[in-house]
């Protein structure tokens, strides 16, 4: 049997069939069937063949080159604000790039501009904001790793570490929409915009403070997240039980402290 | 045997053989008596098989700087047409394997529809019918794109190029039997993206 029979095919077939063969006979563009010919005729057609093809590569690169410059304006843009200080007593230890700096005045906020790890004598302090985004203060005695402030648009999700001291944080205007999370050897302070303080001794474990919106707090290995209203604390002991209590006093007053120092910064 | 009423599309009457002997020797003017009687066919052949304009004029150039490179080979006492066609559907084969002609498919554009063109290019002054068939050309067009090359080479050779199943077998570098069973696979996944649709 060489070809198929009629009766082989469907009546679905058939139809497919006869419409393949219904289909029109498609022309070439006039002005392209044109320049072939006479590049053809003239034994050109390499060339031509050849500068189409430098054309079309021309133009696919000056597509990715142009995408690819958009794409790095977007990520530009797209950038969150560097960290200012407002304030800073006595001497920062930073690291930056694995070296550890004592810094003091504006060399402190060179180094953390993109949020770096960052330790106080117990004398020190520093007052940072991201402008507009984020407010930070640190007491003595903290060893904090500095998140970087959350992007624009995309990617608004931010980290940073409390590896011990005090540590009261604020969110600004353009905070809306991003994530924190602040973590301890305890726990993690999920913030969606709000004014806390994480708080953190090696003896006693963590505790958060809520001063105003709301945060969840996670903590050891397969616990359900503990929510953590406005005017609250989760205390958080090394290997025991989350407990939730009134907000402490002192942190209150810190937060009160940050908000009006860094209102104007945050566009409060 | 499965004969649709049949149209052979891009079937022309081949050059006298004086002719073919001048384009052996690359005559400009023969070159362009052959370029004039079979262009039409080859182009209409790769446009078909790829489904794109842009892909089919890369293809239709190419064929003919394959033919003017080869036309020392050109036998004046045969039909140059089938030589011609092979040359095309290779060319078409060789696209298919590139990973180019993969990313130009996703990137086709309407103005590829050869609906628009039919219309277009129809000539008659008709406009409903010149619709009506323009719309049945677009979905007939549209189901062919979504098979695979290899799958719509056999239905287009056959069908629409009016080919057995033997010179599809030639043409496609197959067995008479495995270009049979792609017909088969072909037309069945064909009539199932078809389906309701022709009405």
């Not at chain 2, 180019?100 to 002054?125: F, H, I, K, Q, W």
């Amino acid at each position: 049997m060489s070809e198929l029979h009629e009766s082989d095919l469907t009546p679905a077939e058939r139809e497919a069939r006869d419409a393949v063969s219904a289909l029109s006979s498609p022309r070439p563009d006039a002005a392209y069937r044109q320049r072939v010919a006479r590049a053809f005729v003239a034994g050109s057609l390499e060339s031509t063949i050849r500068t189409r093809r430098v054309l079309a590569l021309r133009e696919w690169l000056a597509v990715v080159g142009a995408a690819a410059a958009l794409a790095l304006v977007a990520l530009a843009l797209n950038r969150g604000p560097d960290w200012r200080v407002i304030e800073a007593h006595g001497v920062v230890f930073a690291e930056v790039d694995g070296r550890v700096l004592a810094l003091a005045g504006t060399d402190v906020e060179y180094a953390i501009r993109r949020g770096t790890r960052v330790r106080l004598p117990k004398d020190g302090s520093l007052d940072i904001v991201a402008p507009g985004v984020l407010a930070m203060s640190l007491e003595g005695g903290a060893d904090v790793v500095l998140p970087r402030a959350p992007n624009r648009w995309w990617w608004r999700a931010a980290r940073g570490r409390v590896n011990v001291g005090n540590a009261f944080i604020s969110t600004g205007r353009a905070f809306h929409g991003a994530t924190l999370a602040m973590a301890t050897p305890e726990a993690v302070a999920h913030v969606t915009g709000t004014s806390l303080a994480v708080l953190r001794d090696r003896e006693a474990g963590t505790c958060v403070c809520v001063m105003a919106g709301h945060v969840i707090v996670s903590y050891g290995q397969g616990r359900e997240s503990v929510p953590v209203p406005a005017g609250k604390r989760c205390i958080c002991p090394p290997g025991g039980e989350a407990e939730i209590a009134p907000i402490l006093h002192d942190s209150e007053h810190a937060l009160h402290r940050l908000n009006e120092k860094s209102a104007a910064a945050l566009g409060r | 045997m499965t004969g649709p009423p049949s149209r052979s599309h891009g079937a022309v009457p081949p050059l006298e053989p004086a002719v073919l002997e001048r384009v052996r020797n690359r005559d400009p003017e023969a070159l362009g008596l052959l370029f004039e009687r079979y262009f039409d066919a080859v182009y209409a052949r790769v446009y078909r098989l790829l489904g794109e304009r842009p892909a089919a004029e890369d293809a239709a150039s190419e064929v003919f700087l394959k033919v003017y490179r080869a036309a020392h080979q050109l036998d004046p006492g045969r039909d140059p047409a089938p030589w011609l066609m092979t040359i095309a559907t290779n060319v078409c084969r060789d696209l298919w394997r590139s990973g180019a002609y993969r990313m130009s498919r996703r990137a086709a554009s309407a103005l590829d529809d050869p609906a628009v063109e039919a219309r277009l290019t129809s000539g008659a002054n008709e406009p409903e019918r010149d619709a009506l068939a323009g719309e049945r050309d677009r979905m007939v067009h549209e189901a062919l794109q979504q098979l695979p090359p290899q799958l719509r080479a056999a239905v287009v050779l056959h069908d629409w190029q009016g080919m057995s199943h033997q010179e599809v077998a030639a043409a496609l570098g197959l067995e008479h039997a495995a270009a049979r069973k792609r017909y088969s696979r072909a037309l069945a996944a064909l009539a199932k993206l078809l389906k309701g649709k022709l009405k």
